[in-house]
């Protein structure tokens, strides 16, 4: 079975980092998009940033220049290094993966990890 489990989130002051981790496991053949999304109380969940199975990356124009997707080289963790943070920054992340695995392919998520900015 398929799991994608997140971890790195905490509380931060404004202007400090965090990295989030998205770990993948299970009978995976390939794994091709990747994404992190956050979800604010109150708001619809959003994609932060993306990272195809080529290493492509795409961000939301709010964290453009403050934030980093990047994958290992065996292409089943994914990493979103959070820098600047601000208040606005703080959501629930999960991690999403389109994934081929022994018996379907399709979308998985992870069961968030809670990122609060706050002094």
């Known amino acids: 079975q398929v799991q994608l489990v997140e971890s790195g989130g905490g509380l931060v002051q404004p202007g400090g980092s965090l990295r989030l981790s998205c770990a993948a496991s299970?009978?995976?053949?390939?794994?091709?998009?990747m994404r992190w999304y956050r979800q604010a109380p109150g708001k619809q969940r959003e994609v932060v940033a993306a990272i195809t199975s080529g290493d492509s990356t795409n961000y939301a124009d709010s964290v453009k220049g403050r934030f980093t997707i990047s994958r290992d080289s065996t292409k089943t963790m994914m990493y979103l290094q959070m820098n600047s943070l601000i208040p606005e920054d703080t959501a629930v992340y999960y991690c999403?993966?389109?994934?081929?695995?022994?018996?379907?392919?399709?979308?998985?998520w992870g069961q968030g990890t809670q990122v609060t900015v706050s002094s």
């Open positions: 999403n993966a389109a994934i081929v695995d022994a018996d379907r392919s399709g979308d998985y």
């Open positions: 299970g009978s995976i053949l390939r794994i091709y998009l």
